[in-house]
């Protein structure tokens, strides 16, 4: 069983802070990852996606992958009222070329307070 | 900007009727996804489908769905003989894709089924 493992939360941090959000998956096979940001009643939106061990930055966004202990992580800088959501992690366990499919965590909610 | 258009946005149905939901792809993508998310739940993969045939199904998606391609830009999946349990949101996603990565899949702003 392919599975996404994140801290339901809630993850409350103050306007300005650093968010640090957390996820941990099953499958050794998964080569990329990715993390979407959800509003509530709204459908996913992507925020970033990372397949190299290390660290990717987008913005205020930075992604960390570890593979050797499939963990993946998103920090958050400078956390803004309006970044308060579900985060989703999610992993693709598909069988390679053409057959993606992501697994989903069942996501952080971050509350930022001003 | 691009991006996934998904119609209609809330659908309500008789238990037992079939219904048909729609997607129009971002126009350059060539892998598209259906997802489902039960109110409270986390996201759950349904099907992938690439190069007009299904590439990958979940255990959910068995001989009550079905999805089609009937067109060069829309994406449809049917569920005959709904269910209660059906009720859910309903997300079209499309790819890009290179080789053997997946690359960014984009959501539409989803379909609310309620079975009654």
């Known amino acids: 069983q392919k599975e996404v493992e994140q801290n339901s939360g809630p993850l409350s941090v103050p306007e300005g802070a650093i968010a640090s959000l957390n996820c941990t998956y099953s499958?050794?096979?998964?080569?990329?990852f990715f993390w979407y940001r959800q509003y509530s009643g709204k459908s996913p939106e992507l925020i970033m996606f990372?397949?190299?061990?290390g660290d990717k930055e987008d913005g205020r966004f930075t992604a960390q992958l570890n593979k050797a202990s499939q963990y993946v992580s998103l920090l958050i800088r400078d956390s803004q009222p309006s970044d308060s959501a579900t985060y989703l992690c999610?992993?693709?366990?598909?069988?390679?070329?053409?057959?993606?499919?992501?697994?989903f965590g069942k996501g952080t909610k971050l509350s930022v307070i001003p | 900007e691009p991006e996934v258009t998904q119609t209609p946005s809330h659908q309500v149905t008789q238990m037992g009727q079939e219904v048909i939901l729609r997607c129009v792809p971002i126009?350059?993508?060539?892998?598209f996804y259906w997802y489902r998310q039960i109110l409270g739940q986390k996201v759950e993969f349904l099907v992938s489908?690439?190069?007009?045939?299904?590439?990958?199904k979940s255990e959910i998606f068995d001989d009550q769905f079905s999805v089609e391609r009937p067109d060069g830009s829309n994406f449809t999946l049917k569920i005959r003989s709904t269910k209660l349990e059906d009720s859910a949101m309903y997300f079209c996603?499309?790819?890009?894709?290179?080789?053997?990565?997946?690359?960014?899949?984009?959501f539409g702003q989803g379909t609310r089924l309620t079975v009654v």
């Open positions: 126009s350059n993508h060539l892998y």
């Open positions: 499958d050794r096979g998964s080569q990329s």
């Open positions: 489908f690439y190069n007009n045939e299904i590439s990958e």
């Open positions: 996603a499309s790819s890009g894709g290179t080789g053997f990565l997946n690359t960014e899949a984009f």
């Open positions: 990372i397949y190299s061990n």
């Open positions: 999610a992993a693709d366990s598909g069988s390679g070329a053409g057959s993606y499919q992501l697994t």
